[in-house]
């Protein structure tokens, strides 16, 4: 049977999505803290990739593309909230959506870190990317993501200092 | 500790956090993905078409309606104006810096009036620049003996009233009195002038605006 170009892409994005959706979703989780919030962020970018999928699935690294695009977003998102005032009870609600592996002090440190040295960290240690694909996917030379790796993982060994620790146990 | 030896254990502890997270999934359905695109497409399309008419609108209006069309002679913008006078005088006022020298150059050109106008900031006439004091009129260029200015008691005859205030300056030219090959040279920036320079000793290498980075 023949399948027309626009089902062919709709079976190819959907075969993207659940390959990577679960993948995308930790991992944006684990830089936004919030379950819900950063289930919605990916689904915006995944519908952002599928808008632009014809050129999307040349990507060297779509994946990649979904993760800084939810981040970005969520960067968006700080700005347009952060001068809201939050209602009473609301961090009851944010408490149950946090998942219970998400609480230690290396996680609330990865947080504070700035946008671009998130973005490098999540690239380059949650999803083994190296530093060219990095920096190609960020759009910066690869100085700037060794750059931006090192101040990150400065950053992090000050938060975490049992991130040392652990380095010499193992 | 190095870099490579924290990489090393954050690339361990990030590695616990994702393991731990083998309960987390996304819950929304591709299907779901496919109709918030195909919403956005179709809001998309409607912002296109409105902004299309609107447009559309915008200009037929602007074509139509008497005064839509700015007539010869008279331009009037917020930095500057040129109106064509009966009397064959031609008034112009500057009120702000130049961004587009070149648009009121030529808008006195359709009067029939020749004319340089530079937009030359203070510190492009200070910068960069060997030998020349502050007052320097512009570095590309070697102005020995200053501008190429038409004698003064012909200059009065041609440009008159030139009030100068910066950031303003108004003056009328009188195109009859203009000699033969002469042009109105207007300059704003550091120096806020009207004045008629001798076009065939006029330096060519006068830019219309400041060179790109100043």
């Keep these: 049977m023949r399948v027309s170009g626009v089902e062919q892409d709709r079976q190819e994005f959907a075969e993207f999505y659940a390959a990577t959706r679960d993948d995308c979703l930790r991992i944006v989780l684990i830089s936004v803290g919030d379950r819900q919030q950063a289930e919605d962020l990916v689904a915006d970018a995944f519908t952002k990739a599928w808008l632009t999928w014809r050129k999307m699935r040349q990507h060297p690294a779509p994946q990649a593309w979904i993760i800084r695009t939810a981040l970005n977003a969520h960067v968006s998102w700080w700005r347009r909230h952060r001068r809201e005032e939050p209602l009473a009870g609301y961090d009851e609600t944010a408490a149950t959506a946090q998942h219970p592996a998400l609480d230690s002090s290396l996680l609330a440190g990865l947080r504070r870190l700035p946008l671009r040295q998130r973005q490098v960290i999540a690239l380059r240690v949650l999803l083994d990317l190296d530093t060219a694909t990095t920096a190609q996917i960020l759009s910066m030379p690869s100085g700037t993501v060794a750059s931006h790796l090192h101040r990150g993982l400065a950053a992090l060994r000050h938060e975490c200092p049992a991130l040392g620790d652990q380095e010499r146990i193992t | ?214």
């Design chain 2, 1 to 214: 500790m190095t870099d490579e030896a924290t990489l090393t254990a954050l690339r361990h502890r990030l590695a616990e956090v994702r393991d731990s997270m083998r309960d987390v999934h996304m819950t929304i359905p591709d299907n779901a993905i496919f109709t918030d695109a195909r919403k956005r497409r179709t809001r998309r399309g409607i912002a296109v078409a409105l902004t299309a008419v609107c447009a559309a609108i915008g200009i037929a209006v602007a074509l139509v309606l008497p005064g839509g069309q700015a007539p010869a002679g008279h331009v009037h913008l917020a930095a500057w104006s040129v109106e064509a006078n009966s009397d064959g005088t031609v008034t112009v006022t500057i009120r702000q810096m130049l961004g587009n020298p070149v648009g009121l150059q030529q808008a006195l050109a359709k009067d029939g009036v020749a004319a340089v106008v530079r937009y030359i900031p203070y510190k492009t006439s200070t910068r960069r620049h060997h030998g020349h004091t502050d007052f320097a009129t512009y570095p590309a260029c070697e102005y020995q003996g200053g501008l190429p200015k038409e004698p003064d008691s012909v200059t009065a005859k041609a440009i008159s009233g030139a009030a100068t205030t910066p950031p303003h300056l108004a003056f009328v030219i009188h195109t009859s009195a203009m000699p033969e090959g002469s042009v109105v040279y207007i300059e704003t920036g550091f120096v806020w002038t009207a004045t008629l320079l001798t076009n065939s000793r006029l330096p060519r290498c006068v830019p219309a605006g400041p060179p790109p980075g100043w």
